[in-house]
């Protein structure tokens, strides 16, 4: 299993399942991260903390605490 926190920069992954329940579940999902969205890694803070990516043609920073939640392929 990898998640989207193991993505290296400039790799582009696709959702596989989104791990996490109640309310962080739902927050991931608003964001527009679903099952089969293709998700491109942009950038990496230099401690790792927050990730930026580039979903549905826009881009988003996640902590690296949800980045683990996305388990991808």
């Not at 739902?26 to 990496?44: A, E, L, P």
Request: hydrophobic residues 40%; glycine residues 10%; positive net charge.
């Amino acid at each position: 299993m990898s998640t989207l926190r193991e993505a290296k920069i400039g790799s582009t992954v696709t959702v596989k399942r989104l791990n996490g329940e109640g309310a962080v579940r739902r927050r991931i999902m608003d964001m527009g991260i679903t099952k089969g969205v293709v998700i491109s890694v942009r950038k990496v803070a230099p401690l790792g903390d927050p990730i930026e990516i580039t979903v549905r043609g826009y881009e988003l920073s996640l902590r690296k605490a949800d980045a683990e939640m996305i388990e991808t392929v």
